[in-house]
């Protein structure tokens, strides 16, 4: 059987616009596995002793004086992060756009489906809280040197 050229063209064009991925759906799910409540949560559970210092001033200074601030903490935090999260997921994916191209999208999406990527995402929390942590000691590290 004999396939026309017209048909191999259309053919050929299906095929390479089932190939590629729309880019904001990428852009999409890029943000649905990167900007999420545990990855925040993890950045921000490195810097609660600064974070509670601030609150605790903030209080102080409107007259406010907190009996327990973890626990002040964990209340600000639980009725703080829905709504942060809910904002960045909102903006992220214009950043993504802005960034990368539809290639890049399509590969960093394919990527965060296999095991290894999903192993990533499941460990970004752990690792922005680590390095927040390590970004406090060798800040302080650094201040102490250049004082």
């Given at each position: 059987m004999k396939?026309?050229?017209?048909?191999?063209i259309l053919a050929l064009a299906f095929l390479?616009?089932?190939?590629s991925a729309d880019p904001k759906a990428a852009a999409d799910y890029i943000v649905s596995q990167t900007v999420t409540q545990p990855i925040f949560e993890g950045a921000?559970?490195?810097?609660?002793p600064l974070i509670t210092g601030a609150l605790q001033n903030q209080m102080r200074e409107n007259g406010i004086r907190l009996k327990d601030p973890d626990r002040f903490f964990d209340l600000f935090l639980s009725e703080f992060m829905?709504?942060?999260?809910?904002s960045m997921q909102a903006q992220s994916a214009?950043?993504?756009l802005d960034n990368f191209s539809e290639s890049e999208l399509n590969d960093i999406a394919a990527f965060m489906k296999t095991p290894s990527g999903q192993a990533y995402v499941a460990a970004t929390p752990t690792l922005m809280q680590q390095g927040a942590e390590m970004g406090q000691r060798a800040g302080a590290q650094a201040g102490l040197n250049a004082g």
């Open positions: 396939i026309s050229g017209r048909i191999w390479g616009t089932q190939a921000i559970l490195a810097q609660k829905d709504e942060f999260v809910e214009q950043i993504f």
